[in-house]
């Protein structure tokens, strides 16, 4: 089946700098993912909607200059938390709806990378 | 405001047993509902995709069910297995693309 990549799958910084999660989508093609950020035992939060070739939208109380979103092909988009603090510590996922493919039309979730700031 | 509840937030069952979760949403326009399955610290895995004539859609042990009058869908888990145990979610889309997310329950399968 349609398969959705992030990576890393775990990364642990220091407080103050910038770590970079990638969002690959490997047999279909995604005009469109999404980002989302979940807390311990709770649901998914949507963080922004990252379209290819132009600005991604964020949702409401989403710092767009601390979450910096790329989209820069139709295969994969990028999420870079900037100057990281422990507030930022947490589980981030991607998923891609797909457009091509015999997998058309559905949404597929990444594996997560869980992001610990130190 | 468009809305997912899912219900009950935990259960507990024992290994073997069936079980029911609940979902009723207050999205409108629908689109499609869908169930997925998130195992700790995994991303959510899809389980059934759901449009409005779909009444009954099942995937192996795992039934989902709709009823677009009264917005409720239900997922049936059969001959519980201690793999079962994960978190269930319930994502309604409305429209094209804006989906609205339950907070999930919590499944709980003992040995």
């Known amino acids: ?118 | 405001k468009n809305q997912v509840e899912q219900s009950p937030q935990s259960l507990i069952i024992l290994e073997g047993k069936n079980c029911t979760l609940q979902c009723n949403y207050t999205v409108s326009p629908f689109s499609n509902l869908r169930w997925y399955k998130q195992d700790t610290g995994r991303g959510p895995v899809s389980l059934t995709i759901m449009t409005f004539s779909e009444n009954t859609k099942s995937n192996g042990r795992y039934t989902a069910t709709l009823d677009a009058d009264t917005k409720q869908s239900s997922l049936h888990i059969t001959a519980s297995q201690l793999s079962d145990s994960a978190s269930y979610i319930c994502v309604v889309m409305e429209g094209y693309s804006t989906l609205t997310f339950g907070k999930g329950t919590m499944l709980l399968v003992s040995p």
């Open chain 1, 1 to 118: 089946g349609a398969v959705v990549s992030q990576h890393p799958s775990r990364v642990i910084c220091k407080s103050g700098t910038s770590v970079k999660i990638e969002c690959r989508s490997l047999d279909f093609q995604a005009t469109t993912m999404f980002w989302y950020r979940q807390f311990p035992k709770k649901s998914l939060m949507l963080m922004a909607t990252s379209n290819e070739g132009s600005k991604a939208t964020y949702e409401q109380g989403v710092e767009k200059d601390k979450f910096l979103i790329n989209h820069a092909s139709l295969t994969l988009s990028t999420l870079t938390v900037t100057s990281a603090h422990p507030e930022d510590s947490s589980f981030y996922i991607c998923s891609a709806r797909a457009e091509t493919g015999g997998h058309t039309g559905e949404l597929f979730f990444g594996e997560g990378s869980r992001l610990t700031v130190l």
